[in-house]
């Protein structure tokens, strides 16, 4: 059955066929997206997570501040990032600085996006909120990036602001070397959850061992369903591929390669799952030759970098 989310372009072919590029937004992207995750919709009604207090927020200054100091990342957070494909850190920002951010977001994204949808996206962000520019071209951020890719100096790819909505379901299996039109192992997204967040909320959940993406890299996608999702689930499970879904406590954060499988579970709660997922990339890195309709709107990250040419625009800036 074709899939509603797509134009005629993109829905042409057989439905493992992604070579033309998106011609829709990427908010549209993520409906179409998120309709290929398998799985019933969470049923029941959705419960109360644990309350959380924030304690008090910080001025800009102090939050500019903490944005600002170098994080300790040990040699041993390091090797387990290049082991597993991905790490979660403790401790990255305080409650009160997310807090912050989460209010930021919630403001952008009520102000300019359907509040029907499910998931909620919005990128860009920081060519306009100073807020949510700091954070982004955070250098405590950036540095964690460039220390786990071993990299001189690290650029931005895009912001992502993303809320998954009470009720919303998962996201489906994937890992961003096929989505991002990026001819580089060496890309990475920070995942900064603004709230703690418990199983029943649906962190990000992952694929462990650095290798784990080669048992799927040859699944063939399935633009119009959710076959490819749960060919994922069942090839991690008949390999015993070990997935890391445990919760996320406030001010810990994630980070993960573009070769690193991951998925995320439904919202269970009555309260929004906000994120501010940012990628990375070792500088020198170029666009392939071939991007596919699973990289979405990508031109509007990377303005003037055409196939082939190296990474380097505007806004792309050096971040650490
Ligand atoms: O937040 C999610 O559910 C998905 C995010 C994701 O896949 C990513 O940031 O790479």
């Known amino acids: 059955m074709r899939n509603p989310h797509l134009s005629e372009r993109t829905a042409a072919g057989v439905a493992s066929d992604v070579g033309v590029e998106w011609d829709r937004g990427n908010d549209q992207w993520w409906d179409w997206y998120m309709s290929l995750a398998d799985g019933a919709a969470p049923a029941g009604p959705p419960v109360d997570p644990a309350p959380h207090d924030p304690g008090p927020l910080p001025a800009d200054d102090g939050l500019l501040a903490e944005l600002a100091r170098p994080y300790p990342i040990t040699g041993a957070q390091v090797a387990a990032y ?77 912001d992502n602001g993303l809320s998954k909505e009470p009720g919303a379901g998962r996201t489906p299996w994937h890992f961003d070397a096929h989505h991002f039109p990026l001819a580089s192992a060496d890309v990475l997204t920070a995942w900064v959850p603004l709230q703690p967040t418990p199983r029943e909320m649906g962190p990000l959940a992952f694929a462990r061992g650095a290798g784990s993406w080669r048992l799927v890299e040859d699944l063939e996608f399935d633009k119009h369903g959710t076959s490819y999702d749960r060919r994922v689930s069942e090839t991690f499970r008949s390999h015993g591929v070990d997935v890391e879904d445990g919760p996320f406590a406030a001010g810990e954060m994630s980070f993960h390669s573009a070769h690193c499988v991951h998925t995320a579970g439904a919202n269970r709660t009555t309260v929004s799952r906000m994120v501010l997922a940012t990628t990375y990339f070792a500088d020198g890195v170029r666009v392939v030759d071939s991007p596919t309709m699973i990289s979405g709107d990508w031109r509007k990250f990377v303005p003037g970098a055409e196939p082939g040419a190296v990474v380097a625009s505007p806004h792309n800036p050096v971040i650490a």
């Open 82 to 158: 290049r082991a597993e494909s991905f790490v979660k850190l403790p401790g990255v920002l305080s409650p009160g600085g997310l807090e912050r951010l989460r209010v930021r977001l919630r403001e952008l994204l009520d102000a300019s996006v359907d509040p029907s949808v499910g998931f909620r996206s919005l990128e860009m962000m920081w060519l306009d909120d100073p807020l949510l520019r700091a954070a982004v071209l955070s250098p405590r951020i950036g540095g964690i990036a460039a220390a786990l890719l071993g990299a001189g100096a690290v650029r931005l790819y895009h």
